[in-house]
């Protein structure tokens, strides 16, 4: 339909008892989780240039990422790809009226929130590998541009990768009223375990676990009581559940003061991948299509590559995405603990898939292959999940998925609720402005808002409580990042057939470490097996 504007996809959701919060590339949404009442509602801004700074005088988000809020429920968090993290009291979501208003140095790539001694702390690990941290005030921030300004004066990172950190861990003593260990891990197989406490002294490295052959894509603690009911370990200390690549767990136990690998277990890959529909040398074309100003028109997933770009792209070959050979490329991007009747339960999200997966937590005790796992089928690629927990209540999940055409169907925003063992879809009864998300919103001719500025390919007309885009907009909108930056480039076997984390499922732990072994060659695996042979020496085999 020419000249039409479609509704923004959501592409990230939180939610806590009590409220719920939900982004498009031009909204910040926040609303009563019972009533689906508005709560609050922010318009954002999608530049025509990705990552350029925010007009002089202009204080709203440039497409607003990652949202969280605080263990208390009373702050919620919007980092955006201005470089910003804006953390607003729920009551005073406005703004101006930030209680927190930080600069960053590089775009997030996670948010966490954690409870210490002086209030509610955030987390927040930037795209270029550095952790750091900020203590929330109760109050909002005057002049909060010279604020910001002060503050990154003095900024300075809590704790530091050498790679991309894709997600972040707390371990907390029985006895402390904060973290005492913060576990970090990053694209390139490692996960450490840097000292916390009342210093924040995480330069202090007390540990490296060992042992990941791929992306550490989701991490999870298990407290030890629970960990016991589940037979995975008999501890005092927490259980740690690590991804490795796209269809593999691992299970780390404390065995006096240091963490060991407890069991390996390989989920059943090729029913995974049966869910995932995207396409990574598609979404690199998209993210490629929205850089491009020139091109105006709406990008064509379906539309060949053109000659020069498949030749350029097969020269560059080992800068590519790792993909097994049916094209479909595994991250595991979420881990999540839950309880529901009586047992513990791990959900887990793949990117791309549009399923959500259970597994119970009992079948991580041991080593094992080929995991059976319970499938939510959504029908369209999930985003992001919000899992709500509530006393005396059924676990609720919440999933916003991409309904984009010809990428999805169904409301953009879903509610599944647990009952007799699985979640179940929700039919919800919510009054406007929410059923707009629940329920879809129509297509409207351009004609009916106003229309979007012109020479631009990238800006969407605001309308709270969800924004309208041209078409062209949204086909250009890349929302699957880790599916293209997380896999490592796949190593080839003798005989030239691809040999990728897909198919470790189907051996034992024993043999695939051996091919691994036998086949990645190079100066940076030589390098890695080098520095692992270092840390090994210096700090024991982990």
Not at 92 to 98: F, K, L, N, T
Not at 375 to 389: I, M
């Amino acid at each position: 339909m020419q000249g039409a504007l479609h509704a923004l996809p959501v592409q990230a959701v939180a939610a806590t008892p009590a409220s719920l919060a939900a982004l498009t590339g031009a909204n910040i949404l926040v609303f009563d989780r019972r009533t689906g009442a508005l709560k609050a509602a922010l318009d954002a801004r999608i530049d025509a240039c990705p990552g350029a700074p925010p007009s002089p005088g202009v204080q709203s988000a440039v497409f607003p990422r990652l949202c969280a809020f605080s263990p208390s429920g009373q702050h919620l968090a919007v980092a955006s790809d201005d470089k910003i993290l804006r953390v607003w009291h729920i009551d005073a979501i406005e703004y101006g009226r930030e209680v927190l208003f930080q600069r960053l140095a590089k775009r997030a790539g996670t948010l966490q929130w954690i409870s210490s001694a002086d209030g509610d702390e955030v987390v927040v690990a930037d795209k270029f590998g550095d952790v750091w941290s900020f203590v929330v005030g109760a109050a909002p921030t005057n002049n909060i541009a010279d604020a910001a300004d002060e503050a990154e004066a003095s900024l300075r990172p809590r704790l530091g990768h050498v790679s991309m950190v894709t997600c972040l861990a707390f371990l907390t003593n029985s006895d402390a009223s904060e973290p005492s260990t913060v576990v970090s891990c990053d694209r390139d197989e490692h996960i450490r375990l840097s000292r916390w406490g009342a210093r924040r002294a995480a330069h202090v490295v007390e540990q490296y676990l060992l042992g990941s052959r791929s992306c550490v894509g989701a991490i999870t603690t298990v407290p030890a009581d629970r960990a016991a009911h589940a037979h995975l370990c008999s501890s005092d200390r927490p259980v740690l559940i690590s991804s490795d690549g796209g269809a593999c767990l691992r299970v780390w136990c404390s065995e006096g003061p240091k963490y060991r690998l407890h069991a390996t277990v390989h989920l059943d890959a090729a029913k995974l991948a049966s869910y995932v529909h995207v396409d990574v040398a598609t979404e690199r074309r998209r993210e490629r299509a929205a850089s491009n100003l020139a091109l105006q028109g709406a990008f064509d997933p379906s539309a060949p590559e053109p000659d020069h770009k498949r030749r350029k792209r097969a020269e560059e070959e080992e800068s590519e995405v790792a993909t097994p050979a049916n094209g479909v490329s595994l991250v595991i991007q979420h881990l999540e603990l839950f309880a529901a009747d009586g047992s513990d339960w791990m959900l887990v999200r793949v990117e791309g898939a549009e399923a959500v997966f259970v597994v119970p937590l009992s079948a991580l005790a041991h080593d094992t292959t080929n995991v059976d796992v319970q499938v939510c089928h959504v029908g369209a690629p999930v985003l992001q999940t919000a899992l709500v927990c509530a006393p005396s209540e059924s676990p609720e999940l919440w999933l916003c998925c991409d309904d984009r055409p010809t990428m999805g169907t169904g409301p953009a925003l879903r509610k599944w609720v647990w009952q007799q063992g699985a979640f179940t879809a929700c039919t919800l009864d919510v009054p406007e402005p929410l059923s707009e998300l629940v329920h879809g919103a129509p297509v409207t001719q351009e004609g009916d808002v106003p229309t979007p500025d012109t020479g631009t390919t990238l800006v969407a007309v605001p309308r709270t409580p969800r924004a309208l885009a041209p078409l062209a907009t949204l086909s250009k909108l890349c929302l699957y990042s880790q599916v293209m930056t997380w896999p490592k480039p796949p190593q080839a076997n003798p005989d030239g057939s691809p040999f990728t984390s897909l198919f470790l499922h189907q051996r034992t732990e024993s043999v695939a470490r051996d091919m691994v072994e036998r086949f990645q060659s190079g100066k940076r695996a030589a390098g890695r097996a080098k520095n692992q042979a270092s840390i090994q020496q210096q700090f024991g085999t982990a």
